[in-house]
């Protein structure tokens, strides 16, 4: 079996990695990595390869910085021109990104069997891109890998067995990786000796509705500035949001790093209080590792999160913000709870795509 492998940004190549992994154990099947080029700097992209030794992409369509639809539409051309030379036999995709909007459409006008993995997640939220990407990227993909039930549900609810499609519930494929490499992170990173605080709030910020809204942002820098006074916050900056910081000239009085690999961002993880972020990715680590989360969205897709008390939702109001600070940061709960698998997700991807 020949199968393309498409990545594009930071989450994908952390979840690729778990995917390579149990790839590797099948000789029967040829992987081509193709990476869309939309994350491009060396660590938001080649850190990763470097680090979870992904294989190197066959092809690189270095498609980035460009408004919704050109990014999408010169990726869905460029994704054709390989699929027609590669001739795959399935192309798989991840999440909710533009990357994996194109790659769904060119792969599935040729014919090419479309796998989804984190199929069925729902903010129920039309504004958000990511909304747009994963209900389209979801209808036309013949296998649907949920990575909770309530993603199951949601697919139910919207008549996919009714579709010509399999809908499998295979866990969190991110679960995966960040068990596997949690084991070694310590010894390849050194970012905890290089912070020198010992106790630390980890946040994150990068979705458009929180950051390509100068007030929000605002106000977001502000929660943080108030939070800084009594604890270390750090925050490894994505290049959207430095963008707005920069150019608007927003004063931020705590820990401001780069974009960090992934052994970096695990060891910040297992040390730190608890993470206040807008990152789909960082809610569900934060909960492997046992950390309570501030989540800045008006909705989020990890419901069981928020039911069981891990992760509260606040909007972009500092006095909110601050609020679920003090409300959470000595909340105490039991975290041995199975809501994403159990770490062998992208191990039953594998075994579904073969019997395929
Ligand atoms: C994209 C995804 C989002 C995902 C996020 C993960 C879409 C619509 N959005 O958002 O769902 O949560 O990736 O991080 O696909 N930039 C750099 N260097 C880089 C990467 C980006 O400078 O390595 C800049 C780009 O030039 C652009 C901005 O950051 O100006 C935003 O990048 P883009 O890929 O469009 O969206 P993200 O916000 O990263
Ligand atoms: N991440 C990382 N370095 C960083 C920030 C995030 O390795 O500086 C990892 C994070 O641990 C998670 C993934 O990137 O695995 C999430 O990426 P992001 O927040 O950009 O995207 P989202 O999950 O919101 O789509």
Redesign the pocket.
């Known amino acids: 079996m020949k199968l393309i492998n498409l990545v594009?940004?930071?989450?994908q190549f952390i979840k690729a990695a778990a995917l390579s992994r149990q790839l590797k154990l099948h000789p029967s099947i040829q992987e081509i990595i193709v990476h869309t080029g939309?994350?491009?700097?060396k660590?938001?992209?080649d850190v990763f390869f470097d680090e979870m030794m992904i294989p190197n992409p066959k092809y690189n369509l270095e498609v980035?910085?460009?408004s919704?639809g050109a990014?999408t539409g010169r990726m869905i051309e460029k994704i054709e021109e390989v699929l027609l030379l590669e001739k795959p036999d399935v192309l798989l995709v991840y999440?909710?990104?533009?990357?994996?909007l194109a790659g769904a459409l060119a792969a599935k006008k040729l014919n090419i069997k479309v796998a989804h993995i984190e199929a069925g997640l729902r903010s129920f939220n039309m504004q958000m891109?990511?909304e747009i990407?994963r209900i389209l990227t979801d209808r036309i993909s013949d296998v649907l890998f949920c990575p909770t039930d309530t993603a199951l549900k949601n697919l139910q609810a919207e008549g996919y067995e009714n579709f010509d499609c399999t809908i499998v519930k295979n866990g969190d494929v991110m679960m995966d990786v960040a068990l596997f490499y949690a084991k070694i992170s310590s010894q390849k990173s050194k970012i905890i000796e290089q912070l020198n605080c010992n106790e630390f709030v980890l946040a994150t910020i990068?979705?458009?509705e929180n950051?390509d809204d100068v007030e929000s942002l605002k106000n977001i820098v502000s929660a943080f500035n108030t939070i800084a006074q009594k604890i270390n916050l750090v925050l490894p900056l994505?290049?959207?949001t430095k963008?707005i910081i920069d150019k608007n000239k927003i004063d931020t009085f705590f820990k401001i790093i780069e974009p960090v690999g992934y052994f970096d961002m695990l060891e910040l993880l297992k040390n730190c209080k608890l993470v206040v972020t807008d990152?789909?990715?960082l809610q569900k680590e934060a909960f492997y590792f046992h950390k309570h989360c501030i989540t800045i969205r008006k909705q989020t897709e990890w419901l069981e999160l928020l039911s069981g008390g891990f992760s509260c939702l606040v909007d972009s109001k500092s006095e909110d913000i601050i609020n679920a600070y003090e409300k959470m940061e000595n909340k105490k709960s039991d975290f041995n709870i199975d809501y994403f698998g159990n770490g062998n997700a992208s191990e039953i991807v594998v075994n579904t795509l073969l019997k395929f």
């Open positions: 594009g940004t930071r989450p939309q994350h491009f700097d660590n938001m992209s980035n910085s460009l919704h990014m999440g909710d990104t533009n990357s994996t891109p990511e990407n990068h979705r458009p950051t994505h290049p959207r963008a990152s789909g990715g």
